[in-house]
């Protein structure tokens, strides 16, 4: 039995970490697997995929074409009606007391609230955006909308 349990633990060791640069009796001395001289046995020798010997890489050699708003745009933490739940009737809601309750992790550029849900609280909610639908639920509600 311990043969067979022997048997089938066998494969399932973990390899050793081969430990490079520790002395000519370990195999891996003196120059650890790296050769002799040159640039790749000097430390920082690896160079990207994309280096082309020092020639200009292809990705610089090709002309930018077209325009992305993408990395002008403003990105928002969001929030939905429903989540809004979880705090106190009368409660004023701002970015902070959103990230203490966990429903924001990161601000941004700011908050916008969403419509998705329902709210049955009376609220003065505080954000930098609110969608048109999350605004008359908040006032529905008989809370307050207020635009940072």
Do not use: Y
């Amino acid at each position: 039995m311990a043969e067979r349990l022997a048997d089938l633990t066998e494969g399932l060791r973990q390899k050793r970490r081969k430990r490079v640069g520790r002395g000519v009796g370990s195999g891996h001395g003196k120059t650890a697997g790296r050769g002799t001289k040159g640039q790749k046995a000097r430390s920082g020798g690896a160079k990207g995929p994309a280096f082309e010997g020092g020639q200009t890489p292809l990705v610089g050699r090709v002309p930018m074409r077209g325009f992305n708003r993408k990395r002008f745009a403003l990105r928002f933490a969001t929030v939905n009606v429903k989540d809004l739940n979880c705090f106190e009737d009368g409660a004023r809601v701002d970015p902070e007391a959103l990230r203490r309750a966990g429903l924001v992790t990161r601000l941004w550029d700011g908050v916008k609230v969403l419509g998705e849900g329902e709210l049955a609280r009376r609220l003065t909610v505080e954000a930098h955006r609110f969608s048109k639908s999350a605004e008359e639920k908040i006032r529905q509600a008989g809370g307050e909308v207020e635009v940072l």
